[in-house]
């Protein structure tokens, strides 16, 4: 959905640095999410924010962290990468009031070395 | 906690064919959502079903809610090639969506 755009869409790192993937969203939407998709194991929540002074850890948080900078901004954080957190990252938004629908960014294709 | 089981996780068939993904729920759900996500893209919201038995048409696209709104099933009639993709169910899972893990299509022509 063109309405929310990730960035980058690829990046490829090496074990141990940082790094920030960006989520911006147009829909006013309060709800944001991140997802991981890993092959055959569906979309697995990592965090989720229902407005900006709003941080819930998903499923799978470890090694991950996340800041809501605007309602229209999340960002997910890894601090410290390591090759199992090589996967398709999505971020989603949501509105409450139209049945939680989740309209999902492009993704972010992260490779770690 | 709460589960959102789908099978197949694969599915082969010969373009013309019908085809059907299902998925059930640990818990009854007030609702349960399809999505899409073709190959190399991201999941697509397809419908939204919330009344017990309700069933939705799409084209060639029929989802259905079960009685005690703990499964639902997605079913193509006559695939065609623009089928393929993974089809994913999701439920409300407390204060989030707790999504299955997919059902895989490949459509051969």
């Known amino acids: 959905d063109a309405d929310v755009t990730q960035t980058p869409r690829n990046r490829i790192t090496k074990t141990g640095k940082r790094i920030m993937l960006e989520c911006s969203q147009t829909k006013g939407h309060d709800r944001m999410y991140w997802y991981r998709q890993d092959p055959g194991l569906g979309l697995r929540l990592i965090y989720y924010?229902?407005?900006?002074?709003?941080?819930n850890k998903g499923e799978i948080s470890d090694g991950y962290s996340v800041s809501r900078q605007a309602q229209a901004k999340f960002s997910l954080s890894l601090e410290s990468a390591i090759p199992n957190q090589t996967a398709l990252y999505f971020c989603?938004?949501?509105?409450?009031?139209?049945?939680?629908?989740?309209?999902f960014g492009p993704g972010t294709r992260l490779t770690v070395l | 906690g709460q589960q959102v089981m789908q099978i197949p996780q694969y599915q082969h068939v010969q373009e013309g064919e019908d085809f059907t993904t299902y998925c059930n729920s640990s818990?009854?759900?007030?609702?349960i959502q399809w999505y899409k996500q073709r190959p190399g893209g991201h999941p697509v919201f397809l419908i939204q079903?919330?009344?017990?038995?309700e069933v939705k048409k799409q084209k060639r696209l029929t989802f259905q809610f079960g009685e005690a709104k703990k499964n639902s099933s997605l079913h193509i009639t006559a695939t065609q090639t623009t089928d393929v993709g993974t089809y994913f169910c999701a439920g409300p899972g407390g204060f989030k969506t707790i999504f299955g893990a997919g059902t895989r299509l490949f459509v051969k022509a």
């Open positions: 818990t009854t759900l007030s609702n």
């Open positions: 079903l919330v009344k017990s038995g």
């Open positions: 989603a938004t949501s509105d409450y009031r139209g049945g939680d629908t989740q309209y």
């Open positions: 924010s229902f407005d900006v002074k709003d941080i």
